[in-house]
């Protein structure tokens, strides 16, 4: 670790790491890296810079057992340590040992196929080259265990899942699957060789990969996913019950969940849900307190935000596929506000007409906060901002599913309407400033490329997903409902595909997957006051 420190704070300083993570402080011990030298200026490095990118991502989770690294090689502050390098060539790809000598130029790797699944499975070469000695200490096992490993286990409870992947001998899943989750607790991974009969026989399984699993409970299964591939075993994994990301923050790790959510002596009582469903509970609560709490902090709008809050009115009036009451009440609020012509609102006009005045007439919006699918396995987590992405997902399918739905107002004809009202929406008045300046970033960077309603739900769902890739880990992520690229495998098999043993998405797919999941039709009423 010593030796470690020493490179890392004389060398590693300007070195711009890709996956720039939260829990990366100086202090903290990785145990190898992977590092190419590039230069910005070098047409080659900056053709190769997305796929580089993409095995950052894809690897991300192996960050306790090797790290990916890029250094700028044409910048001024720079030229020193490419030169203690002995880097002439870019891109130069260099591995470094997790607890190598004081100072260590690296191994150079010298191969012309720069595929990412090829970068990928030489650094599980590079770790496995480690010896006992020098073996990267967070860094579980990647031998094959053996039939006298894994049979004595079946049928014994544990405090734990254990999951067996069977592979051929030149398979990288297991391998890919172990480290895929060595950053979760509440299981473990092994590999066993599919020459190992008499494990197979014993388990039943005749093509390879396949995955058993071991339930904390002694029964044990074939693992029934639908592609037999590595994202789908570990997205599988990741979401079993029980099974959550250790806090890499603060790098304390969390009890095991096995009990479900909240566990006894919550005040309120846990409502069972389906993931595959959205519930109006959640739609409804988020508009609660959006109107009633959120934007209550506002003592009057004007401007901009009175701008904006109109636009978000027409949006929800026009779009929302909710009750009766709740729509006429936004219809009744839109009219309302286009009939004035003042250029300032109190906002205690607006809560009266809300509370008071629209009830009499049997327009009605719940008070009540009541979290189904948004619902915490903690106070504090989860709740309003889950319900606000949701309220935006459904209402750019709405957008997409009812062209006209706009017709005949400032939004009209606007394939945009909805993003750009949520991005206006998010600027202005979301209570996370921080989240706030997040999404305008996006926005800036990509939401004028939309030109399409379709175009607008796809956005959106990439976005989140961005979003999520940056949030998974850190104190935000609720244990029990882990930030993960969503749909799952489990929820929209065809949405996944691999594609020379690179994850893709089938977006044609996502967008059939999107409609349906956030259409009215797939909205559920239960739990609602
Ligand atoms: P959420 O991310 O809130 O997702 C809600 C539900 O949407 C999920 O349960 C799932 O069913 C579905 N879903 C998940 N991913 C997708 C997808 N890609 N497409 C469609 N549906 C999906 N928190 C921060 O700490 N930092 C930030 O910068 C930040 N930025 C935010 C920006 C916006 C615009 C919003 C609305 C929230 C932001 N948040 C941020 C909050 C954060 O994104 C989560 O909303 C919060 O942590 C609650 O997470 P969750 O587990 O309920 O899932």
């Known amino acids: 670790a010593a030796a470690l420190v020493e490179v890392k704070e004389k060398r590693w300083d300007h070195c711009r790491l890709l ?268 508009l609660h307190y959006l109107l009633r709490v959120e934007l209550a902090t506002h003592q009057t709008l004007e401007g901009e935000e009175l701008k904006t809050f109109k636009d978000f009115v027409t949006v929800v009036a026009k779009l929302f596929p909710g009750r009766q009451s709740v729509v006429k009440l936004l219809e009744t609020l839109l009219e309302w506000l286009v009939s004035l012509p003042l250029e300032k609102i109190p906002f205690d006009a607006i809560l009266d007409l809300v509370n008071n005045k629209m009830r009499i007439s049997g327009m009605f919006l719940s008070d009540q906060l009541q979290w189904v699918g948004c619902q915490g396995s903690r106070v504090g987590l989860r709740g309003y901002p889950c319900s606000l992405w949701t309220l935006f997902h459904v209402l750019t399918v709405q957008a997409a599913s009812r062209p006209d739905a706009l017709a005949n107002t400032s939004l009209e004809e606007n394939p945009k309407a909805v993003l750009q009202t949520m991005r206006r929406y998010i600027v202005n008045f979301f209570g996370c400033q921080e989240c706030g300046k997040h999404f305008e970033e996006m926005a800036v960077e990509s939401l004028p490329q939309v030109k399409s309603v379709d175009q607008a739900v796809l956005w959106l769902w990439r976005k989140h997903n961005q979003v999520n890739g940056r949030l998974a880990g850190t104190m935000s992520e609720d244990p029990h409902f882990p930030k993960t690229q969503w749909p799952s495998p489990d929820l929209c098999p065809t949405c996944h595909e691999e594609q020379d043993g690179i994850h893709v998405w089938n977006e044609d797919k996502v967008l059939m997957f999107l409609k349906q999941h956030y259409g009215a039709a797939n909205i559920s009423p239960k739990h609602m006051y």
């Open 19 to 286: 996956l720039n993570h939260p829990s990366w402080t100086p202090r903290h011990v990785f145990c190898l890296l992977c590092q190419p030298f590039y230069s910005s200026w070098c047409g080659h490095c900056i053709q190769y810079s997305p796929t580089w990118k993409a095995l950052a991502g894809d690897v991300k989770d192996w960050e306790q057992a090797i790290r990916i690294g890029v250094l700028d090689c044409a910048q001024e502050n720079n030229f020193d340590i490419c030169k203690e390098f002995g880097v002439h060539f870019y891109p130069t790809f260099r591995y470094f040992k997790a607890r190598g000598p004081t100072f260590d130029v690296g191994k150079t790797y010298k191969g012309a196929d720069r595929e990412l699944q090829t970068v990928r499975q030489l650094m599980v070469n590079f770790l496995q080259n480690h010896t006992r000695q020098d073996w990267p200490v967070s860094c579980p096992p990647l031998e094959p265990s053996s039939s006298a490993d894994i049979l004595p286990l079946m049928g014994q409870k544990s405090n734990q899942y254990t999951a067996v992947i069977v592979e051929n001998e030149d398979s990288y899943v297991g391998r890919e699957v172990i480290l895929d989750l060595m950053m979760y607790q509440g299981l473990t991974v092994k590999r066993v060789l599919s020459s190992d009969k008499s494990l197979t026989e014993k388990l039943g399984i005749n093509s390879f990969p396949s995955a058993y699993l071991l339930h904390p409970n002694g029964t044990h299964a074939i693992l029934d996913v639908r592609k037999r591939l590595r994202f789908f075993f570990s997205s599988f994994l990741k979401l079993l019950l029980g099974v959550h990301r250790k806090l890499s923050t603060t790098g304390a790790p969390q009890e095991p969940l096995l009990d479900g959510p909240r566990g006894p002596g919550t005040a309120e009582a846990w409502k069972d849900f389906e993931k595959s469903k959205v519930y109006m509970a959640d739609l409804e609560s988020g």
